[in-house]
């Protein structure tokens, strides 16, 4: 028999509307993921809650995922916005506009800011994260090292066949890179130190997010090139649209393609994102209202139906210790 491949749901667990870049920091929307939970139990499918400091700070927030871990109904893992995260040091004009990536940091900083949404983690909910996404997808190999060493073990913070642009950075600020994702890995492999777009010897293991690759040569060139450039990131956006496992302004083809995709190619899982602040009316551009939060949860649905005879539902953690245990069965195979 063959394994089915994993549906992996993943929440980026965060601030109401990050998207409005207005420093508000409320958490509303810890209220509205029980809905969101309630649908994934109903489907036999356990998330993997990726958690801010300032939302496992949320009492209504760190009720619901103390309750989580305690039913063993999904993970709680570890997400960071580094421009809202203590120790705050300002890095940019405004952080609260610029949004810089935990890597931008120091080095210091990086280790205490990770310390401390670790420990609002364990102080609140009682459980130690070994899932992390950063903030806006940023990662690179030093915080990648860092991680290792305050005991992560899963990252899904890569995204293959895109690079992100930065056309929003502060023009006065030292680090203002993107991020060259585009020809990282679909399948999942060991973090390397140098380039975490490579395989190396991190003890973390990367799930790569399920993006489904440009559809012709003009999209890959488009899409290639999109650092720095927010013209083209604008053609690469009507010529070739990345599509991955995200479910905007109730696009489900984007859904469709991307589980066809993971089915067609034979990839391990597929990787579901969404913000935990799209779940409240107007908590995010995508949801301004009742009616696109009831869309929204209607194709979610609708994916859960679709994927439910192909896949199995697995947390992030959980795939990454099959994933390890499975390599230490063949390990000792080949050795006796
Ligand atoms: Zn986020």
Known sequence: MTKLP???????????????????????????????????????FRPTYLTTSLMAESPIYAEFARGVAQRNEGEIGLHIHAWNTPPIKPLTRNDDIYLPYLHDFSEDLISDKLDYVIEAIRTNIGVTPVSYRGGRWGLDGR???????????????????????????????????????????????????EDVTKPGNLPILELPFTTVPPKNAIGKWLRQRVIGNALIARLCLLADPPRSMRLID??????????????????????FMIHS????????????????????????????????NNFVGQTVGEYRNDYVAALEKKTFKEAS
């Not at 293959?160 to 006065?172: G, I, K």
């Open 143 to 193: 915080t990648a090292r860092i991680l290792a060493s305050k005991g992560i073990t899963a990252d899904c913070s890569i995204t293959p066949h895109v690079n992100w642009d930065r056309h929003d950075r502060d023009p006065d600020a030292q680090s203002a890179k993107g991020l060259y994702y585009f020809n990282a890995p679909e399948q999942p492999y060991f973090l390397s130190e």
């Open 250 to 271: 109730g696009n489900e083809q984007d859904l469709k393609d991307s589980l066809n995709y993971v089915l067609q190619s034979n990839l391990p899982y597929a990787q």
């Open 277 to 308: 602040s799209e779940f409240m009316p107007g908590g995010s551009p995508y949801t301004p209202d009742e009616e696109s939060v009831d869309k929204l949860f209607a194709g979610i649905e609708r994916l859960f139906v679709s994927a439910g």
């Open 6 to 44: 994993a549906l992996i749901l993943t929440v980026d667990v965060e601030e109401d509307n990050a998207w409005l870049r207005d420093g508000a920091r409320q958490t509303k929307n810890a209220a509205y993921i029980g809905r969101f939970h309630e649908l994934c139990l109903r489907y036999g």
